[in-house]
């Protein structure tokens, strides 16, 4: 018997609540409850109605605890797990005195195996259920962090970062030729096997020669089912030194346009600082855009333009960008999110806050209807969350006139104490949450 009945309240989305209503957009039961089938939702409906209709299976009572798609982390870089939070630099800096020390001791890779072991765990506590993660130029950090997804039966994006650019440390350094062929040898052991999903990873322009973007381009264009993921117009320093090793783009986008790098299966980091030219052309490729609120305030990047881009139509997930973003937790980054839209004049709903980190990466990552997403045919990554997880929240909440007052504590003060259960493809993970499960 693999039917599972999981009761709470559920918090799930019928429509982007950036373009519809919020009545039509975001669906709330006070008294909820999510069947689950061979790793699948098969319904979510009133608790009442699905405890009639299946009255002998196997049930999980979360009482007040709200069920939601499990949180999906659009960009993150898990061998900068053990360095984040770390003081005191911008980003060309950070990446020279911090993160590149720090990725060269991926070349053991017994050292790659704990640390994505390590992150994994931290996301899963933190309710993230699928990551996109950059590795290193090392492919044992590729094989290290799919195998240990496969282990916790985790969805999850990954690729080999390629830098073969003097700009990068001899020790981080590839080569075009073997960019191409490590990527490509990954791509056949990785991609689409199990719940894996291969990315195609220039680290960002600078980092890279023509020779080896133009590769890369060509890998991609061969294995058009992988996405490709790289950083984008994050910083005015980086956009200065992109502007003086190409000197023939015409902005920063072109730099990967030119050399095949730029397709609706295109992930961009950050993209903060970006010309009419290049809004214009992601939009009408469809790329994805990821947002890192917490990494673009603490590396002092800028802020990004969430109203303006998504008004445009742009497709826009949400990241924690982990190690240069100062957190694992997706409600801390909603809580970024926030606080740089307020900056920007304007104040995101906790249903577009809530939709971004769940549905708005899956689409970024095109897994929408796959994940993100608490509804039938779904794969069944939950995560159940305490929305009265401290007390502080809890004073907060308790004053609640609707679901977004009593959620939006949460998003604003809530971390890993806030998650009271994840399940992954249809089981409750035991590593994450205080899981109670009655038979
Ligand atoms: N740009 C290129 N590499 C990185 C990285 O590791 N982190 C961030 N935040 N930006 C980058
Ligand atoms: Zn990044």
């Given at each position: 018997m693999t039917r599972h009945l999981i009761l709470g309240q559920t918090l799930a989305f019928a429509a982007d609540p950036f373009s519809a209503p919020l009545e039509v957009a975001a669906q709330h039961h006070r008294r909820g409850a999510v069947l689950i089938d061979a790793g699948r939702i098969a319904a979510v409906g009133q608790a009442d109605d699905l405890k009639a209709e299946f009255p002998d299976v196997a049930t999980t009572d979360y009482g007040d605890g709200l069920i939601s798609a499990g949180f999906v982390d659009a960009h993150m870089h898990y061998p900068q797990t053990a360095i984040i939070a770390s003081w005191g630099k911008r980003l060309i800096d950070w990446l020279n005195l911090y993160t590149f020390p720090e990725e060269m001791r991926f070349a053991d890779p017994a050292y790659a195996t704990e640390i994505a072991g390590r992150c994994l765990d931290l996301n899963l506590a933190h309710g993230t259920t699928t990551v996109a993660s950059y590795c290193t130029i090392h492919p044992g950090s590729v094989d290290a962090i799919f195998e240990a997804a496969a282990a916790r039966d985790m969805r999850i994006v990954a690729g080999k970062t390629c830098m073969d650019r003097d700009t990068a440390p001899d020790r981080l350094r590839d080569t075009a030729q073997g960019a191409y062929d490590d990527s490509r040898a990954l791509i056949e052991r990785?991609?689409?096997?199990?719940r894996a999903s291969y990315a195609i990873t220039p680290r960002f322009s600078p980092t890279s020669t023509v020779a080896q973007l133009e590769a890369l381009g060509a890998l991609w264009a061969e294995h058009p089912s992988c996405l490709m993921q790289t950083h984008l117009s994050e910083q005015t320093d980086e956009i200065e030194w992109v502007r003086g090793l190409y000197p023939e783009a015409r902005d920063y986008l072109d730099t990967y346009e030119a050399y095949?790098?730029?397709?609706?299966?295109g992930v961009y980091g950050h993209a903060i600082h970006l010309e009419e030219r290049e809004k214009a052309r992601l939009s009408e490729v469809g790329a994805g855009l990821v947002h890192c609120p917490t990494s673009n305030t603490f590396i002092g990047s800028g802020l990004f333009d969430m109203a303006g881009l998504k008004g445009a139509g742009q497709r826009v997930g949400l990241a924690t960008d982990t190690g240069g973003g100062s957190s694992f937790s997706m409600l801390r980054t909603m809580a970024a999110a926030y606080e740089v839209g307020q900056l920007h004049g304007t104040a995101l709903h906790p249903a577009q806050l809530w939709w971004l980190a769940t549905e708005g990466s899956a689409q970024v990552l095109h897994m929408q209807g796959r994940i993100g997403a608490l509804r039938a045919g779904a794969e069944a990554d939950l995560v159940i969350l305490d929305l009265g997880s401290t007390p502080a929240i809890a004073q907060r909440a308790a004053q609640a006139n609707d679901i977004w007052d009593a959620i939006f504590p949460t998003i604003m003060m809530g971390d890993d104490r806030a998650v009271q259960a994840v399940w992954l493809n249809g089981a409750p993970c035991q590593s994450a949450g205080s899981a109670r499960i009655s038979t």
């Open positions: 990785w991609h689409d096997k199990g095949g790098l730029l397709g609706e299966r």
